[in-house]
């Protein structure tokens, strides 16, 4: 059974930082890239960064370039956002998504499997 639970969300003072965890179960990541999506009250869901299977190859959309870091420590099957420099633009929730194989840019009617999702609320 295929299962992602992200953890870390909360809130958060701007220009603060939170690191979020995907932990995946059912599928390794050596086959499947993992990526974020957020979405906003209101708002359609957005793809924020994808890391790929093959090769950890990170891909950012220009929103996210240099303030979120995507990692994945394999032995775990855990992929990481590290999100810096969070402003209230930022508050969302926070959604990881899993597909076999790589591709860019990020379409959310490509991944199969989704988490529950986490909140993250950028305020003062």
């Known amino acids: 059974q295929v299962q992602l639970v992200e953890s870390g969300g909360g809130l958060v003072q701007p220009g603060g930082s939170v690191r979020l965890s995907c932990s995946v179960s059912?599928?390794?990541?050596?086959?499947?890239?993992i990526a974020w999506f957020r979405q906003a009250p209101g708002k359609e869901r957005e793809g924020l960064a994808c890391?790929?299977?093959?090769?950890?190859?990170?891909y950012y959309m220009d929103s996210v370039k240099g303030r979120f870091t995507l990692s994945r420590d394999i032995a775990k099957n855990t992929v990481f956002l590290q999100m810096d420099s969070l402003t209230p633009e930022d508050t969302a929730v926070y959604y990881c998504?899993?597909?076999?194989?790589?591709?860019?840019?990020?379409?959310?009617?490509?991944?199969?499997?989704w988490g529950q999702g986490t909140q993250v609320t950028v305020s003062s």
């Open positions: 998504a899993g597909k076999y194989g790589t591709s860019w840019p990020l379409k959310v009617s490509e991944y199969d499997y």
């Open positions: 890391i790929s299977n093959s090769d950890s190859r990170t």
């Open positions: 059912g599928f390794g990541l050596d086959f499947y890239a």
